[in-house]
């Protein structure tokens, strides 16, 4: 089993470009999740899929648009880069089929963003 | 919502010796406090997690301890090892998990 997937591994966008960031899972698990993480704060979630179809804001969803595929597939879109989103970012994905938060999530290996 | 803060920021320790890192949480409704640790390019990958039912948890040189009434947790590693060397991030949940800003600890051999 690979587990959580992402791609690409790095990136780098001019202020006002778009870009997919692509994940994918083979654990069969309901949900997924995008972060991101920045030097000194830690991990913030972006947003959650608790099923295919449907997804909810996280902490910091403001210029970010997401799509569950399907039951493996969740991209994150950044539709007008800005500096400010030059990040790390991590998917995970998990057994959990609704709130709380309180089973083992998996986080693929990131996506280095830099927007300049 | 809630507020997660990790202590200390950075920790170097002897081959041998424990560790400690400490967290505070705000949300008094947390009932799922985890560990993960991150190793340098990769994921976080959870190491041990509690629940607000149980006072501490160990397994092998891993523990946590809770204090549900001062809402703070902490993560203990005993006889330490250089590959216990990374990052290790604490985490409280009630609904989604908000993350400590995370420990680099380094172990010199």
């Known amino acids: 089993n690979a587990g959580v997937t992402q791609t690409p591994k790095f990136q780098v966008l001019k202020t006002g470009q778009s870009m997919t960031l692509q994940c994918a899972q083979d654990m069969n698990h309901n949900s997924m999740y995008w972060y991101r993480q920045d030097p000194g704060m830690g991990l913030r979630l972006i947003y959650y899929?608790?099923?295919?179809?449907?997804?909810d804001k996280g902490e910091v969803p403001n210029g970010y648009n997401v799509s569950r595929l399907n039951k493996r597939e969740f991209s994150l879109r950044l539709e007008s880069a800005a500096p400010s989103q030059t990040s790390v970012y991590f998917c995970?994905?998990?057994?959990?089929?609704?709130?709380?938060?309180?089973?083992?999530?998996?986080f693929g290996p990131g996506t280095r963003l830099t927007v300049t | 919502g809630e507020n997660v803060e990790q202590h200390p920021s950075t920790l170097s320790v002897q081959e041998g010796d424990s560790a400690v890192i400490k967290c505070t949480y705000s949300?008094?409704?947390?009932?799922?406090f985890p560990w993960y640790k991150q190793e340098l390019g990769k994921g976080p990958q959870l190491i041990i997690d509690i629940r607000s039912n149980v006072g501490e948890k160990k397994d092998q040189r891993i523990a946590v301890t809770l204090n549900k009434t001062a809402k703070h947790f902490s993560l203990h590693i005993t006889e330490t090892q250089p590959e216990d060397s990374a990052v290790y991030f604490c985490?409280?949940?009630?609904?989604?998990?908000?993350f400590g800003s995370g420990t680099r600890l380094q172990v010199q051999p």
């Open positions: 899929s608790a099923s295919e179809g449907t997804t």
């Open positions: 949300d008094s409704a947390s009932n799922y």
């Open positions: 985490a409280a949940s009630r609904r989604a998990l908000t």
């Open positions: 995970a994905s998990s057994e959990q089929t609704s709130w709380p938060s309180n089973y083992e999530q998996y």
